[in-house]
């Protein structure tokens, strides 16, 4: 069986992943770095569900969507949000993660809140 160029290019260019093999997986995506400046897919991955998962955890955040797409510093947060009392500031809480230095933050608040008689 033969294979065409155009296939064999391509098998060629698919990224390689290094996968994380520990027995006990680090809590955050920069644990598992091990002091390198470089993160694989994995490493990216595993921040934009640290940030999702830190964010999930705000008390009284209610999410109606949540996308967070990994960047080269930091991350971007796209979705809609209400909160049950007072709003928190999201960039915070993901800015909180370790290996998140900068946060795009296209979160929408949806929140209803009372408007007070003049």
């Keep these: 069986m033969r294979m065409s160029a155009r296939k064999q290019v391509e098998l ?39 940030v999702q998962r830190a964010l999930h955890a705000v008390p009284g955040a209610h999410f109606g969507s949540l996308v967070v797409r990994r960047l080269p510093d ?11 009392l007072q709003a928190c500031d999201l960039s915070e809480v993901a800015r909180g993660v370790t290996g998140v230095d900068t946060v795009v933050n296209h979160i929408v608040d949806r929140s209803v809140r009372p408007v007070m008689p003049r």
């Design 74 to 84: 930091g991350v971007c947060l796209q979705g809609n949000v209400e909160f049950d």
């Design 12 to 50: 060629e260019q698919t990224p390689t992943v290094t996968p994380l093999c520990e027995s006990d997986p680090p809590r955050f995506a920069s644990d598992a770095l091990g002091g390198r400046t470089t993160l694989t897919l994995v490493d990216a991955h595993r921040v934009e569900q640290d």
